[in-house]
């Protein structure tokens, strides 16, 4: 593998396993400055990534098939989607002060509890158009001093959360759609402060939207709709804000 110029991922056989890209290795062998860029090719790659420097990491969703790897070799590669997948292991981690993920499919796919699509440790990372699972846990933890933009994001199959807040954490969450967890789509404590905005969060196995346990949250223009049990949830000891929200079609509680 070798990365150009412009910060484009290029991929190379490797004669004893074939074709091959090492996010860790290519975060971490110390060519990238931060603040550089990594446009990722479509294939699957199975491994955690762990970023901790200022990077932007792009799924180059624009390339044709042709383009992404010799004819012999496509059997081997996923088409439309660059899918990053961990087993046992968090799937994404990110620990620096800014960053951004686009057009990435991030799927944790089981092996054990307490394990997430996204583990948001501190900064502002910027989620966008992305595809979140996690077949263990929360789809997407934002903690600690993590304030993290989340924006136009299919978030599902959730183990337990969708979405889940906590350690004062804060957070801009908009337009995305937000179904077929476990536990909430948006689960909100111990003095995190997220504003919420214009996302569906629906179909959920449990509750639409939990704030509890010092919970704080700016709700503006959601639609929450049709999840097993309540709509919203609001314990005490929470103090969130609801305006101009649509809830409906919840089995028992709105």
Known sequence: ESLGNAGRV??????????????????????LSPGSQILVQPSTYDEQLFIDKDLEIIGDLTQSLNEVTPAINRSEVTQDKVIIKSASKTAVVFNAATGRLKNLNIAQIGGGPGF??????????????????????????????????????????????????????????????????????????GGAYPTV???????????????????????????IFANKTIGVKVSTGADPLFQKNRIHDEPEIG
Not at 13 to 26: A, C, K, M, V, Y
Not at 119 to 131: A, F, H, N, P, R
Not at 197 to 210: M, Q, S, V
Not at 213 to 219: I, L, P
């Open 197 to 223: 905005t214009k996302n569906r969060i629906h179909d959920g196995n449990l509750i639409g939207a939990y704030i509890h346990d010092q919970g704080r949250a700016n709700f503006m223009d959601n639609e």
């Open 116 to 189: 997430f699509g996204i583990d948001i440790q501190s900064g502002k990372l910027t989620v966008e158009q992305c595809d979140v699972t996690s077949k263990s846990a929360a789809c997407v933890y934002i903690h600690g001093s993590a304030d993290p933009t989340i924006v136009q994001n299919k978030i599902s199959e959730g183990g337990a959360e969708g979405i889940l807040l906590d350690e004062d954490a804060k957070g801009s969450i908009t337009d995305n759609r937000i179904w077929n967890n476990a536990a909430a789509g948006i689960d909100i404590s």
């Open 10 to 31: 290029v991929r190379r056989p490797d004669p004893q396993e074939g074709w091959f890209l090492s996010f860790h290795h290519r975060c971490h062998r110390g060519r």
